[in-house]
């Protein structure tokens, strides 16, 4: 059967395959410049990263509740490539590439709830939610020598559940999914993310970059002047790293402040929390394409999907807890209108960003490695998928140490959360 990696278009070799391209990222953060402008406005810089980036990582196309209902499917582009996601008749996770094997036809355009079979608009050839090919009307009857349903079955994607994720690899090459991530299994522990179910999704179409959209979620330098209201709760000197080895960048806010709006203490909090969970707020931002927002009683997550150099799409959902399904309308739109409120900020100034980028005149500043560490993580793991490195970053030592001028972590993550 063929691979979904030996299907994939080949990538040309180009300048940004090689070291030199990335010098400025290659230097300690506390020399480290950040990315040139053609990385967030070159059109052919966006087509080697779809190719680089997106078809070589496990990229979030979801929620794991989306394929709850018996016989649902969901359809993603990842890469340039459209891609199925449902459930076989066991239950489980089967994801293929949207083409059927007569003669190319989408087999899908939109989500939808299958039968039994996945049937071709075109030619009505069908494949059960296993990808196998199960039938070809009048087409073994028309005199086709040597066909072998068996060698005709949907081309299968990688695909996985991680934590409350669906996840999908176009490459084979690439590490498992827990390997992917890392750590963050151990650190998550104590939410049960699995667990969790989605109360509402938004979708917002932005004029800007995803990278730029990642980076403004990392750092913490633009609070005070981009999100007054934010920074209350969540106060600048109140950060802290929160980066173990694997392919995320991440922050704490440890404790999170509710003493002038108690916009994130509205709804009550998960039970079994430990004590530096149950203190905290979690952002972390999984590579490539997941904002993740975990605070004790809610999670907000933001699912990037890149359309152009300077447009992107980003799927906004809010998840409330198993011990709290049901809250009151009140409590929930206070929880939410602060998310949108502070979102639209943010969509504000990366925009503000993307026309500057496009203007022609911008060369690589520096980093600051208290307030934009997570940047310069980023833009390397960035530079290892340009370069053909399979390399998983390592992290921190400890939670408990200072680093770049942020102090001692109060409620450090230690391994075991109590």
């Known amino acids: 059967m063929t691979t979904s990696t030996e299907i994939l278009h080949a990538v040309p070799e180009s300048r940004w395959t090689t070291e030199e391209a990335w010098v400025g990222t290659r230097r300690p953060v506390h020399e480290a410049h950040a990315l040139p402008a053609d990385c967030y406005v070159d059109d052919a810089f966006f087509a080697q990263e779809q190719e680089r980036v997106f078809a070589t990582s496990w990229v979030c196309v979801g929620l794991h509740d989306e394929l709850d209902a018996p016989g649902s499917a969901i359809v993603r582009t990842v890469a340039g490539r459209s891609v199925i996601l449902t459930r076989n008749a066991d239950g489980q996770l089967r994801g293929f590439l949207n083409a059927c094997r007569h003669r190319g036809t989408q087999l899908l355009e939109d989500d939808c709830t299958l039968g039994s079979t996945i049937r071709c608009p075109y030619h009505r050839w069908g494949y059960d939610r296993d990808g196998t090919l199960v039938a070809t009307p009048k087409f073994a009857e028309a005199g086709v020598d040597g066909f072998d349903p068996t060698d005709y079955g949907l081309h299968p994607v990688r695909v996985d559940t991680w934590q409350c994720f669906l996840v999908i690899c176009l490459s084979d090459e690439t590490p498992p999914v827990s390997e992917w991530f890392g750590d963050l299994d151990a650190r998550l522990a104590g939410y049960r993310l699995a667990d969790w179910r989605s109360h509402l999704t938004e979708t917002f179409e932005i004029g800007s970059n995803w990278k730029l959209i990642s980076e403004n979620f990392q750092e913490y330098?633009?609070?005070?002047?981009?999100?007054?209201?934010?920074?209350?709760?969540?106060?600048?000197?109140?950060?802290?790293?929160?980066?173990?080895?694997?392919?995320?960048?991440?922050?704490?806010?440890?404790?999170?402040?509710?003493?002038?709006?108690?916009?994130?203490?509205?709804?009550?909090?998960?039970?079994?929390?430990?004590?530096?969970?149950?203190?905290?707020?979690?952002?972390?931002?999984?590579?490539?394409?997941?904002?993740?927002?975990?605070?004790?009683?809610?999670?907000?997550?933001?699912?990037?999907?890149?359309?152009?150099?300077?447009?992107?799409?980003?799927?906004?959902?809010?998840?409330?807890?198993?011990?709290?399904?049901?809250?009151?309308?009140?409590?929930?739109?206070?929880?939410?209108?602060?998310?949108?409120?502070?979102?639209?900020?943010?969509?504000?100034?990366?925009?503000?960003?993307?026309?500057?980028?496009?203007?022609?005149?911008?060369?690589?500043?520096?980093?600051?490695?208290?307030?934009?560490?997570?940047?310069?993580?980023?833009?390397?793991?960035?530079?290892?998928?340009?370069?053909?490195?399979?390399?998983?970053?390592?992290?921190?030592?400890?939670?408990?140490?200072?680093?770049?001028?942020?102090?001692?972590?109060?409620?450090?993550?230690?391994?075991?959360?109590?």
């Open 221 to 418: 330098y633009h609070l005070p002047w981009v999100h007054p209201e934010l920074s209350k709760v969540s106060r600048v000197q109140d950060h802290y790293r929160y980066q173990g080895a694997g392919m995320y960048c991440g922050q704490t806010t440890t404790p999170m402040s509710n003493d002038e709006r108690g916009d994130w203490a509205a709804m009550p909090p998960a039970e079994g929390l430990g004590h530096s969970d149950l203190a905290s707020g979690r952002f972390i931002a999984l590579f490539p394409n997941v904002l993740l927002s975990l605070l004790p009683n809610h999670v907000f997550v933001m699912r990037l999907e890149p359309i152009a150099p300077g447009v992107t799409r980003e799927t906004g959902t809010w998840l409330l807890p198993p011990s709290n399904p049901h809250v009151a309308d009140a409590d929930f739109a206070t929880t939410r209108d602060f998310w949108l409120d502070v979102n639209g900020e943010d969509i504000e100034i990366v925009q503000r960003g993307q026309k500057g980028l496009s203007s022609g005149g911008y060369t690589p500043g520096r980093l600051s490695p208290r307030f934009e560490e997570p940047l310069h993580r980023f833009h390397n793991m960035l530079a290892d998928r340009f370069t053909g490195s399979t390399r998983i970053p390592d992290g921190d030592e400890s939670d408990d140490q200072p680093l770049y001028g942020t102090g001692v972590n109060p409620l450090p993550w230690r391994g075991v959360d109590v």
